[in-house]
């Protein structure tokens, strides 16, 4: 059995105020397009069943343009497939927190194959493939109506589909542990939720997003979009890349110790890419917060002209506050490490200069690792 595994296609998903000559914001159309070239390979390398573990859409009720373009796409998909298994199940995105009955993916279920858990756990048969599919959607995980997470033993195939958060991908919003799935006891576990592709183990991922839907691109940046290929026969996890507009994050800029030319100098250099309009982040840090608006218009309308999005996040060096009996004052904690040395007490053998270097050292060494490494 062979199997193709998305999830995350986050259809409706807008951003930045860019429309397409038609009128449709420009990261929408861009999703849009990216979930049709996901459905078009996938129907191309033709697999028995196909899993989307959650949030088609972004939101729980899509613009009438993305629903149409949505329904025709999975029609003309299920039609080419001869109306072969589709298992498509509800993800935080999309399912209304209420009732079940003004759930948009109701809609879906009128397309030949197409077996939908918009809601509810539920085991689906599929008998043509001796396979039974286990789907769990996120409304289902949220208020633990899941079931045991183990395969019944009927069928020769098992599949256990789940949109929820993993412990191992983000602890802080943790709603289930990857080892619980059992996931040796199936064929295959396939997750969605989380928006990077992500193994566990042999036969069991998240696919990660199609396209870069959500808040926080930035971290995403570092692995590729795609959709995943299972073949019992082999028994490994093939990602399947997929072309999207791409994201840069740039090198960031650590303004401590330069002047404004300088600063754009480096902003100058860092803006190099090959055309495609891409979204761009460009962090300064270091950089006091007036010095944003001083910084040469002329220039970053330039480098804006080429992308989609440039976005310049300027980063102010960190101020500590400190309590004392004149109030609350606010300091760099380079300041008050160097205050407090030229006051302190030392013994004859510590080198008040030395120490106070050391201290400052350390601190640099800590902000440009904090800088490294990109927000949450
Ligand atoms: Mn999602």
Redesign the pocket.
């Known amino acids: 059995m062979t199997l193709a595994h998305l999830?995350?296609t986050?259809l409706g998903f807008r951003a930045y105020g860019r429309t397409t000559p038609g009128g449709l914001n420009q990261r929408e159309a861009d999703v849009m397009a990216t979930f049709q070239s996901a459905l078009d390979a996938i129907a191309e390398r033709d697999p028995d069943l196909v899993i989307h573990a959650?949030?088609l859409f972004?939101v729980v009720r899509p613009g009438n343009a993305t629903i149409v373009r949505a329904f025709q796409a999975l029609t003309e998909f299920q039609s080419k497939r001869g109306g072969r298994p589709f298992v498509l199940i509800g993800?935080?995105?999309d399912t209304p927190r209420s009732s079940d009955s003004g759930n948009i993916l109701r809609l879906f279920e009128s397309i030949p194959g197409l077996r939908l858990a918009p809601h509810r756990a539920e085991t689906i048969d599929f008998s043509e493939l001796d396979l039974e599919v286990l789907a769990v959607p996120s409304h289902a995980l949220l208020r633990n109506q899941q079931p045991e997470y183990s395969p019944s033993g009927t069928r020769k195939h098992s599949v256990l589909t789940l949109?929820g958060m993993a412990r191992q991908a983000l602890p802080r919003h943790a709603q289930f542990d990857v080892e619980q799935t059992c996931h040796d006891d199936w064929t295959y576990v396939a997750l969605?939720?989380?928006?990077s592709y992500q193994p566990y183990g042999r036969n069991v991922c998240y696919s990660g997003?199609t396209d870069f839907?959500?808040t926080n691109i930035w971290d995403e940046a570092r692995v590729p979009k795609g959709w995943v290929w299972f073949d019992t026969e082999v028994g490994r996890l093939e990602q399947v890349g997929l072309a999207t507009r791409p994201v840069l994050d740039l090198p960031t800029i650590d303004a401590q110790g330069h002047d404004l030319g300088q600063v754009e100098s480096q902003m100058r250099s860092n803006a190099q890419w090959e055309d495609g309009f891409p979204i761009v982040r460009q962090r300064i840090v270091n950089f006091p917060p007036g010095l944003r608006g001083k910084l040469d218009h002329q220039l970053i309308r330039e480098i804006a002209a080429r992308a989609l999005n440039y976005q310049i996040q300027a980063v102010a060096p960190q101020p500590v506050a400190i309590g004392n009996r004149d109030g609350i004052v606010t300091r760099t904690l380079e300041q008050s490490w160097s205050e407090h040395i030229d006051k302190a007490t030392l013994t004859k053998s510590v080198s008040r200069g030395a120490l106070k270097e050391l201290g400052l050292a350390l601190l640099k060494e800590v902000r440009e690792r904090e800088a490294a490494t990109p927000s949450a």
């Open positions: 999830s995350d986050h959650g949030d972004h993800g935080n995105h949109h969605g939720d989380y928006h997003s839907a959500s």
